[in-house]
């Protein structure tokens, strides 16, 4: 039995569906995060399963509990605003207890969790501090030690980073998963960043339209998205026309000429028109050939833009009147221009197919 299971939850505002059918499990001590762009209906999801809002049908089971029917407060679960939502007139030891002081545990158990919790964020000696006088990330660990002080069966966090700058969040990427993780709870987080979803999360629930379209850890969603629509969402914008072959081997006729695609384990009926995902890391310009038994070459490719990006440089290609994009760390030569010709080399172990046209 999952420990979370979202039913066919529907939902609408002014009678434009919100959340079509949404159904999904999340496993015990497994950190899921909602994403999809802004408006697609994820806060609205937590507001549910928080108890703030009803949905029109589906229904939500905790532990084989139904929550269908339980208020807010008797659900045990916690909703972290991004926001933080901190009282400014308590300090910020006082923030924390809170909701121990609405469970009305001994005075001698809040100190004692308090001091945990403050420890637990790396916040030991703010205790006695004014939350008007911190930092953003400061005040988003208070938030996140208040929320999870009270030990709760399931914390919502929504746009938990969204708030703050971009050396602290990179920083907060890196330590709020090992604090979820080191407590042990489960915890469903809302973003429409997918770095920082992949960064987070043991598994993705994707949403497009009020909708889920995709679900599955990040590494297997990034590698495999199901449709044009998720692979543009992902950043991947290397998509071409093609159409099947052949199942056995795979192989599929392109505006490149016809490519195996070693790294898609079925395809549909030869004649089935779609769309191939081409990964930026199986691209390659220039020579030498980085592996003459893998790589295959491909038709001289012209240079649309070549932009610095610090590490690497970002190269976008139009080849055979399809556009491609990739990054390269450094140019043994002179930078690109736009208009020169390029060499490219592909790895077929890069392509995968989408059963859908772009959208």
């Known amino acids: 039995m999952p420990f979370l299971e979202i039913k066919n939850i529907y939902k609408r505002y002014e009678k434009i569906p919100l959340l079509r059918d949404i159904s999904f499990t999340v496993e015990?001590?497994?950190?899921?995060?909602?994403?999809?762009?802004?408006?697609?209906?994820?806060?609205?999801l937590l507001r549910i399963l928080a108890g703030l809002e009803?949905?029109?049908?589906?229904?939500?089971?905790?532990?084989?509990?139904?929550?269908?029917d339980l208020p807010p407060h008797q659900r045990g679960i916690v909703l972290m605003f991004q926001d933080y939502a901190l009282f400014p007139h308590r300090s910020v030891a006082e923030n924390i207890a809170f909701g121990l002081k609405m469970r009305e545990l001994p005075q001698q158990a809040i100190q004692t969790r308090v001091a945990e919790m403050l420890a637990l964020v790396n916040l030991d000696t703010f205790g006695d501090r004014d939350v008007n006088e911190l930092s953003g990330g400061e005040r988003q660990r208070v938030a996140l030690a208040r929320s999870l002080a009270p030990a709760p069966r399931l914390l919502l966090l929504d746009e938990p980073l969204g708030a703050l700058d971009r050396n602290l969040r990179?920083?907060?990427?890196?330590?709020?998963?090992?604090?979820?993780?080191?407590?042990?709870?489960?915890?469903?987080?809302?973003?429409?960043?997918?770095?920082?979803?992949f960064a987070l999360a043991d598994?993705?629930?994707?949403?497009?339209?009020?909708?889920?379209?995709?679900?599955?850890?990040?590494?297997?969603v990034y590698d495999t998205p199901t449709s044009a629509w998720t692979a543009r969402f992902l950043g991947l914008t290397n998509l071409i026309h093609a159409t099947v072959r052949s199942q056995d081997p795979p192989r599929v006729d392109t505006p490149w000429g016809t490519l195996p695609l070693t790294g898609t384990p079925a395809l549909p009926q030869p004649?089935?028109?779609g769309i191939v995902l081409v990964h930026p890391w199986g691209l390659?310009?220039?020579?030498?050939?980085?592996?003459?038994?893998?790589?295959?070459?491909?038709?001289?490719?012209?240079?649309k833009r070549c932009t610095f990006h610090g590490p690497h440089?970002?190269?976008?290609?139009?080849?055979?009147?399809?556009?491609?994009?990739?990054?390269?760390?450094?140019?043994?030569?002179?930078?690109?221009?736009?208009?020169?010709?390029?060499?490219?080399?592909?790895?077929?172990a890069a392509l995968r197919w989408l059963q859908a046209t772009p959208n």
């Not at 015990?28 to 609205?44: F, I, M, N, Q, Y």
């Not at 390659?284 to 490719?301: E, F, N, R, S, W």
């Not at 976008?316 to 002179?334: C, D, R, V, W, Y």
Request: proline fraction near 8%; charge should be negative; glycine fraction near 10%.
């Open 28 to 44: 015990r001590g497994d950190v899921a995060c909602l994403l999809g762009p802004s408006g697609g209906g994820k806060t609205t």
């Open 54 to 68: 009803e949905p029109e049908q589906g229904g939500i089971m905790l532990e084989g509990q139904s929550l269908n």
């Open 170 to 197: 990179e920083r907060l990427l890196e330590e709020l998963p090992m604090i979820l993780h080191r407590v042990g709870v489960t915890a469903i987080t809302v973003t429409h960043d997918q770095e920082e979803a």
């Open 203 to 220: 598994r993705v629930i994707l949403l497009h339209e009020g909708q889920v379209v995709q679900v599955g850890a990040p590494e297997a």
């Open 271 to 273: 004649g089935t028109q």
């Open 284 to 303: 390659h310009v220039g020579t030498p050939c980085p592996d003459p038994d893998t790589y295959i070459k491909l038709a001289p490719a012209r240079v």
């Open 313 to 348: 440089y970002r190269l976008e290609l139009t080849l055979e009147g399809e556009q491609l994009a990739l990054t390269q760390e450094a140019f043994k030569s002179s930078i690109p221009h736009p208009g020169e010709q390029l060499t490219v080399w592909l790895d077929p």
